[in-house]
């Protein structure tokens, strides 16, 4: 990875495509400009309709400032929305390697948070050598933001993913959560009781918990969960 690791290094991972990482992300970015941090967001790759307009790279590249290129390079997006290294075959574009990819992140000196969005969920091919938690682990970020649904499903999904990752630090965060929802509250409570995963549910927390070091905060899987 370039030399210039950020201070602090943030993965982004969804239990399953969908999820609204890339809205969870965003907002989270935005707010951090707004405090006056210094970060930079990179989507090493990205597949996606062709007709569609607003792309996660876009999305990020609006939160922080930067230029679409530096979020994802031109040579990494694929007007195809199948997992990047099928959209790549069909296309016709090179074979996609996962070290390529680690070469390829570049971050502006000076920045106090960097984050890498993978695609898809934690087993989902970015590679056509490796998937998002495979790259994950070469990146050894600081802590790994994930971001589930809050309805049924959640607590599978949550629990599988944090042991995908083991044994880096997981930060659970709750999209689409609604206090007035049975069932999110019951998710959320068994999630803290019975697993001792606290999954966190509005922006302000988010913040505060990822902007702190992180030996502070998180949910680090024992090694026999894996």
Excluded at 169 to 185: A, C, K, P, Q, W
């Amino acid at each position: 990875m370039h030399p210039n690791r950020p201070r602090q290094l943030i993965g982004v991972l969804g239990t399953h495509t969908e999820v609204g990482k890339t809205y969870v992300t965003s907002r989270w970015l935005a707010a951090l400009r707004q405090q006056g941090f210094k970060a930079n967001v990179r989507k090493p790759v990205q597949s996606f309709n062709a007709a569609d307009l607003t792309t996660d790279a876009k999305q990020l590249a609006a939160a922080t400032g930067e230029a679409l290129t530096a979020v994802c390079p031109p040579h990494r997006c694929y007007p195809l929305a199948y997992a990047p290294p099928m959209a790549a075959e069909i296309l016709g574009y090179p074979r996609i390697q996962l070290d390529d990819l680690v070469k390829e992140l570049n971050w502006q000196e000076h920045c106090e948070i960097g984050v890498v969005e993978t695609v898809g969920g934690p087993r989902s091919p970015i590679a056509h050598d490796g998937d998002s938690v495979e790259l994950l682990l070469r990146l050894q970020p600081d802590r790994v933001l994930l971001v589930a649904d809050a309805g049924l499903g959640t607590l599978n999904a949550v629990r599988m993913s944090l042991a995908a990752i083991a044994p880096l630090n997981g930060v659970v965060f709750l999209n689409r959560y609604r206090e007035s929802d049975e069932l999110h509250r019951l998710n959320r409570a068994w999630l803290a009781d019975a697993y001792g995963i606290e999954a966190l549910i509005d922006l302000p927390a988010l913040t505060a918990c990822l902007t702190k070091t992180h030996e502070a905060t998180g949910y680090r899987p024992q090694a026999s969960a894996r």
